[in-house]
DNA sequence: CCTTTGACTCACT
DNA sequence: CAGTGAGCCAAAG
């Protein structure tokens, strides 16, 4: 096993790819989750290259203002709006709605 | 091997 | 109260 494979990038996969459905977090919660609450940028920059997972649903992973910063990084700016609200976020100015009411936390959830 | 970037965050002005 | 700047860390070139 290469155990050693793993990479900070997969590290954040993980992560998002347990965010539940219609639920937003930030890169910093994750991050911090990991240990690496200053490596906040690395989340965005992993997701980039989560774009070709599909487990990894990006559009759910916003900054900490609930704001979708990465929104002009996918397809088309428009794709990462009409995914959040297709799962029932509410997406406003490109700002999510309640996002402190649907900001989930890993360190809580998955905290042990 | 060293340099540059990057979907962030905090802090100061 | 709002805007701009610097800091941070890791991966890709």
Redesign the pocket.
Known sequence: MQEKTY???QNVYDVVRQIPEGRVT????IAKYLG?A????????A?????ELPDVP??R?V???GLL??K???STPFE?QQLLEKEGVEVKDDQVLNFKQLSWNPTEELKL
């Open positions: 990479t900070f990038f930030s890169y910093g919660a690496m200053r490596s906040s940028r690395m989340v965005g920059y997701m980039n290259a989560a774009h990006a559009h992973v900054n900490r203002n910063t990465g002009h990084h996918f990462m």
